[in-house]
């Protein structure tokens, strides 16, 4: 199979992430933008998070199956999907929004300084 000029096989890894109890009757256009954004900024796009229903924490459930996945980004259509939380997913990975297109950077780890000291 043929690659696209978007996405390559050396690109970053996303996932999309998509609630059913956010985007209600909306959720197969708002996984098709989600799938879509990621595929424009270069991302090789994995797999669709859909979260069951019942599921207490659907964003720690996102987060499970992308470090699973060893991916950069989560990438959503809105900051709702995420409870407006960005921090938290960006402990880990970057973020991805569609509406407004939106990139919220992973934090990263302050560096330890050397001392000298022996």
């Given at each position: ?29 708002h996984a098709n ?9 270069g991302y090789q ?16 459930y996102a987060l ?55």
């Amino acid at each position: 199979m043929a690659e696209s000029h978007t996405e390559r096989s050396d690109a970053p890894k996303a996932v999309g992430f998509v609630r059913g109890d956010v985007s209600g009757l909306a959720a197969p256009r708002h996984a098709n933008a989600v799938m879509q954004h990621a595929r424009l900024l270069g991302y090789q796009y994995v797999y669709t998070v859909r979260p069951p229903q019942d599921i207490p924490d659907p964003i720690g459930y996102a987060l499970g199956i992308a470090a699973g996945l060893g991916v950069a980004a989560i990438v959503v259509y809105d900051l709702a999907q995420v409870d407006d939380q960005p921090a938290r997913v960006c402990e880990d990975f970057d973020l991805e929004t569609v509406c407004p297109a939106t990139t919220w950077a992973r934090v990263a780890c302050p560096a330890i300084p050397e001392t000298g000291a022996a």
